[in-house]
């Protein structure tokens, strides 16, 4: 089977799972892991931004995928995200992740150093080289200040192990161009979670959404509407799963709402650790209502 068609679909940016003192719980990663297998999507995204892998030691990024790879191994694609300021933790984590059974590994740059192209190509390097697991780029500028060039990612695609990009730049010409530029069988997820489908019909074969947590069942809807070719209904939606996005990027702590969310569904996280601020108690009312919102939505979809 092609890269593309492995690991094409939709993908949940796990959100973080603490105790009530924010201390890691496997238990409660565990019950997020299992929260999400039966709502039909391809797989995680474990320790990205929205799973606060750069917040975290290392040790505690290693006990949360050793939870998740315990809870649903072989249920869903695991890709991981093993970006960490220095090149030898992140050497770490990747094999780590290889030896515990992870299907991909993923980094953004290191951050704070303004760092030259060919130190962040080093960096990455120095993971690819250290597993046999495929490897998707992570590409955020609007947080790591670091715009991935087509040229880079053509040099660094040229080796097997490279498969895709996670672009969650907003250009979707840029989406388009990473998708040249990575060849045939070159895996392009879409982040930007308001432009899903977009980024779909630029060459996206999926996505990995920070909101996605909330509403995996809506992107997934989404994804076969595109799919189906059934384009002004895919539109519609898009709409629809924007004006939540919106509502939930209105409060201080996007996590902090979203974690929230689920705990009124009975699959409880924590709240998301500092400098991330948590949910406010006066933003429970109405995070309430937007859950509501969301619940009628999946329904109205008539999706489980
Ligand atoms: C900049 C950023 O964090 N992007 C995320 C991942 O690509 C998205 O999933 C956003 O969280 C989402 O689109 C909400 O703006
Ligand atoms: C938001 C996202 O895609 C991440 O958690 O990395």
Not at 145 to 171: D, T, W, Y
Not at 198 to 204: K, L
């Amino acid at each position: 089977m092609s890269n593309t068609e492995t690991f094409e679909g939709i993908y949940v940016a796990m959100y973080s799972a603490y105790d009530e003192q924010g201390e890691v719980d496997a238990e409660r990663v565990k019950k997020l892991a299992r929260y999400y297998a039966g709502k039909g999507i391809k797989g995680l995204y474990v320790g990205g931004s929205s799973g606060e892998g750069i917040l975290q030691t290392a040790e505690e990024r290693k006990l949360v995928l050793e939870a998740v790879m315990q809870e649903i191994r072989g249920e869903l694609k695991v890709i991981v995200h093993v970006g960490a300021n220095s090149t030898r933790e992140s050497v770490e984590l990747s094999k780590h992740a290889e030896a515990h059974g992870a299907d991909a590994i993923s980094a953004v740059p290191a951050i704070y150093y303004r760092l030259s192209e060919a130190a962040v190509e080093t960096h990455w390097q120095q993971m690819i080289d250290s597993s046999n697991l495929p490897f998707i780029i992570y590409n955020i500028p609007q947080t790591t200040g670091f715009q991935l060039s087509p040229k880079l990612l053509e040099k660094l695609a040229k080796q097997p192990k490279v498969i895709g990009v996670k672009m969650s730049g907003e250009s979707t010409f840029d989406l388009q161009q990473y998708k040249v530029a990575g060849g045939e069988d070159f895996l392009v997820l879409n982040g930007p979670d308001e432009q899903f489908l977009a980024g779909r019909i630029m060459g996206a074969d999926g996505g990995i959404g920070g909101t996605y947590g909330v509403m995996p069942e809506l992107f997934c809807k989404l994804n076969e509407l595109y799919l189906a070719n059934r384009v002004t209904e895919a539109q519609e939606l898009q709409y629809k799963i924007n004006a939540v996005i919106k509502r939930l990027l209105a409060y201080p702590s996007l996590y902090g709402a979203a974690k929230y969310i689920l705990s009124l569904r009975g699959v409880e996280t924590g709240q998301p650790r500092l400098p991330l601020l948590p949910v406010r108690e006066e933003d429970h009312a109405s995070l309430a209502v937007l859950n509501g919102d969301i619940l009628a939505l999946v329904a109205e979809y008539g999706i489980q």
